[in-house]
């Protein structure tokens, strides 16, 4: 079989969901109270856009997502980093021969 | 070797540095105060009964996971026009954090065990459709050829070239799984729960008692690491 255009699905497949969504609420077959329905939401997304709500909230944890994902990389880089590991298997090779230990590599000492 | 002398430096200037007064041990405690914790909590007896609890939540989430996760995946690989219908909003919801569902799911279900199996069924669920969905996408265009000029049935192929070939991203998808699995039911039950290991962690939080925590803590650490690597074990052994 021929391959459908598979963005046309997926648009079709939302489209559905969201439809069947609004429709089972509307009939009656779904309770609002805990599903709530597409329109509902989007009207809520509008109200809470409109009034700046939104923004703040999403203001406040994309600055706590930077902060620590920025930190969580400049540690990482830090801990893992070629430059640092390299230093630390030469320190600790000049140790082990120092100590009379034989040559091992990096990776066995660190290991 | 190394790491040995890391983690002992470690609980050593963990152990020293409240008993100089260099950190203030209410908010970090110390080693050895976690392990007379450990040993009160131990002989305590709820221990027993909240590790029960997460682990059975646990356990059906992810049971429950695996049994619909892993043909769901398999038939989406096989099928691309179902796969084209689902993938889009198997990805929005894959991207979504499951926790992000708390709320609604406590709603639907309440505050017991079911709220807790919806979660972990929910976050583990979607990493196993869309790895074992990738393994049936990846298996060798070749080998089916080849199995099919051998006269092999549809059914043959699947279940003697497909299957075995997509196993190792099944694998994967399990082992991503089991972690989303574990920070689900630990998470659920510190949001709202009347028991369980995450109930425990949040209760001994607001009552400042950070050795107490800090146990249950290193239980759901070590349990988590010891289904990771019983994963990545199993994973190995499959992909040979």
Redesign the interface.
Known sequence: ?R????VL??V???AV?LFSWEAAVRLGWLNPF?TSQPTAIAAALAREAGSGELARSAAVSLREFIAGFGAAIIVGMLVSGDRVASLLGRV?RTMETRSGGGKRTVNE??? | MISTVAVALFLASWEIAPRLRLVDPFFTSRPSQVLSAGVDIVRGGTLWHDAAVSLSEFAAGFALALAAGVPIGLMLGTFPTLRYLVDPPLMALYATPQLALLPIIVLWLGIGMGSKIAVVFIGSVIPIVVNSMAGVRQVERPLVLAARSFCATRRDVFIKVILPASLPAVMIGVRLGLSRAVLGVVVAEMYVSQEGVGNQIMRLGSAFRVDHLLVYVLLVSAFGLGLTTAARKLEERVAR
């Not at chain 1, 391959?3 to 598979?6: A, D, G, N, S, V």
């Open positions: 079989m391959p459908l255009k598979p699905l997926g079709v497949s939302f969901i805990f600790l000492v660190t290991s």
